[in-house]
Antibody, heavy 121, light 111 residues
Framework: QVQLVQSGAEVKKPGSSVKVSCKASGGTFSSYAISWVRQAPGQGLEWMGRIIPILGIANYAQKFQGRVTITADKSTSTAYMELSSLRSEDTAVYYC??????????????WGQGTMVTVSS | QSALTQPASVSGSPGQSITISCTGTSSDVGSYNLVSWYQQHPGKAPKLMIYEVSKRPSGVSNRFSGSKSGNTASLTISGLQAEDEADYYCCSYAGSSTFWVFGGGTKLTVL
């Protein structure tokens, strides 16, 4: 069974960048889209963007365009999400989530454990 | 403000049924049968409960069911159990420019 294991918690200064990793183990990686979803404290889920590793194509939510970069390393089955120009409102738990089917939009069936990113001066 | 509208909270007694609504627009819920529902317990990652409006992943209880009418999708939980108490989020595909939008979440309390 595929598992997504994310990197550990981060504390960042306003204006800096953070890069969170999401490593897949136990199954196919490259042909499944990986999305990044964040959740601010006490708030709902927010989709940030996705990547299909085998195609190297990333799509971003308009809100994060220009500030987020999602990449993937097929050789290590790891996806990355880098968010720049951090502000306090970016304080959240960041999740990676894998699509239910290969190369097909359906839903997110496997989630990472989440990475807490705190932005504070 | 979330793209999809859900009630902030719902409640029910053990054994009862509840329904959570998820209202979108003709650009998302109304246009695609790609509505999914996620259950999230405190401090945990979301779990897929329903996909493509009404399909259940393997291992999800048949007490959970989904439907859609127009721009509104619904999640129904029958035979409420204490472990169903959690937050529930709907999600819909919204086209190739926006991709995925979530609802604001509904807190289910089992009385």
């Amino acid at each position: 069974q595929v598992q997504l294991v994310q990197s550990g918690a981060e504390v960042k200064k306003p204006g800096s960048s953070v890069k969170v990793s999401c490593k897949a183990s136990g199954g196919t990686f490259s042909s499944y889209a990986i999305s990044w979803v964040r959740q601010a404290p006490g708030q709902g889920l927010e989709w940030m963007g996705r990547i299909i590793p085998i195609l190297g194509i990333a799509n971003y939510a308009q809100k994060f365009q220009g500030r987020v970069t999602i990449t993937a390393d097929k050789s290590t089955s790891t996806a990355y999400m880098e968010l720049s120009s951090l502000r306090s409102e970016d304080t959240a738990v960041y999740y990676c989530a894998r699509d239910l089917s290969e190369l097909e939009l359906r839903a997110f069936d496997i989630w990472g454990q989440g990475t807490m990113v705190t932005v504070s001066s | 403000q979330s793209a999809l509208t859900q009630p902030a909270s719902v409640s029910g007694s053990p054994g009862q049924s509840i329904t959570i609504s998820c209202t979108g627009t003709s650009s998302d819920v109304g246009s695609y049968n790609l509505v999914s529902w996620y259950q999230q317990h405190p401090g945990k990652a979301p779990k897929l409960m329903i996909y493509e409006v009404s399909k259940r992943p393997s291992g999800v209880s048949n007490r959970f069911s989904g439907s859609k009418s127009g721009n509104t999708a619904s999640l129904t939980i029958s035979g409420l159990q204490a472990e169903d108490e959690a937050d529930y989020y709907c999600c819909s595909y919204a086209g190739s420019s926006t991709f995925w939008v979530f609802g604001g979440g509904t807190k289910l309390t089992v009385l």
